[in-house]
């Protein structure tokens, strides 16, 4: 929110095109426009799994409790673990140890990287995020973003979130695979089948 009334401030605030400046869609941006998959991979460290290169990607950007955030369109890379993300700092959205699987080193999720100048949390999505963005994306707001989204039980389509299964900490959920939007997947933190996906967000730090 803060983000939003320093825009406010400068004159150069933009209203969401659908939505609220809670939970809104602004745009679809290229990977020029923000940066491409293989360059975030890089920066992180991030080198699991395979590429998803069938299909240039692209970002949502939206809005999450006021602030701007992108999100990738299609798994940027496939066929690897909920544990390898976490390994490289790119699992929370905070600093900590809650949640954590039995089959990782406990260590900070603080990665970031810089894009414009503005300095972004690496990190993926809550459950709570997806279900009050991406099904009214997909549906009432621009359904053509279904079609750049890999929904489905392609290479990708099932991108791990944040969440865990309530204390089973080893278990951890994904969205977007096998029939739809709406399916609520769970598996393991080590499972590296084709299907698991990475889907970055990137929250601007203020």
């Given at each position: 929110m803060l983000e939003t009334l320093l825009m406010v401030k400068r004159g150069i605030y933009q209203p969401p095109l659908y939505g609220t400046?809670?939970?809104?869609?602004?745009a679809i941006k290229t990977e020029a426009e923000v940066i491409s998959a293989a360059?975030?991979?890089?920066?992180?460290?991030?080198?699991a799994g395979t590429p998803e290169t069938s299909v240039p990607p692209s970002w949502l950007e939206f809005s999450l409790q006021g602030k701007r955030c992108l999100y990738?369109?299609?798994?940027?890379?496939?066929?690897?673990?909920?544990?390898?993300?976490?390994?490289v700092g790119a699992?929370?959205?905070?600093?900590?140890?809650?949640?954590?699987p039995p089959t990782v080193t406990v260590r900070p999720q603080d990665t970031e990287v810089t894009i414009g100048g503005q300095r972004y949390r690496v990190r993926l999505m809550t459950m709570a995020?997806?279900?009050?963005?991406?099904?009214?994306?997909?549906g009432t707001w621009v359904p053509s973003t279904l079609d750049k989204m890999?929904?489905?039980?392609?290479?990708?389509?099932?991108?791990?979130?944040?969440?865990?299964?309530?204390t089973n900490y080893n278990k951890r959920r994904n969205r977007g695979g096998?029939?739809?939007?709406n399916f609520?997947?769970?598996?393991?933190?080590?499972?590296?089948?084709?299907?698991?996906?990475?889907?970055?967000?990137l929250e601007p730090i203020e």
């Amino acid at each position: 929110m803060l983000e939003t009334l320093l825009m406010v401030k400068r004159g150069i605030y933009q209203p969401p095109l659908y939505g609220t400046v809670a939970a809104g869609f602004y745009a679809i941006k290229t990977e020029a426009e923000v940066i491409s998959a293989a360059a975030l991979a890089t920066a992180i460290g991030l080198t699991a799994g395979t590429p998803e290169t069938s299909v240039p990607p692209s970002w949502l950007e939206f809005s999450l409790q006021g602030k701007r955030c992108l999100y990738a369109t299609r798994a940027f890379r496939y066929g690897l673990s909920w544990d390898h993300i976490y390994n490289v700092g790119a699992a929370f959205d905070t600093l900590g140890d809650q949640g954590v699987p039995p089959t990782v080193t406990v260590r900070p999720q603080d990665t970031e990287v810089t894009i414009g100048g503005q300095r972004y949390r690496v990190r993926l999505m809550t459950m709570a995020e997806w279900v009050s963005v991406v099904p009214k994306l997909t549906g009432t707001w621009v359904p053509s973003t279904l079609d750049k989204m890999n929904i489905g039980t392609n290479n990708g389509s099932a991108r791990w979130i944040l969440d865990t299964y309530l204390t089973n900490y080893n278990k951890r959920r994904n969205r977007g695979g096998y029939t739809g939007v709406n399916f609520d997947g769970l598996g393991t933190s080590t499972d590296t089948t084709a299907i698991m996906g990475w889907s970055p967000l990137l929250e601007p730090i203020e």
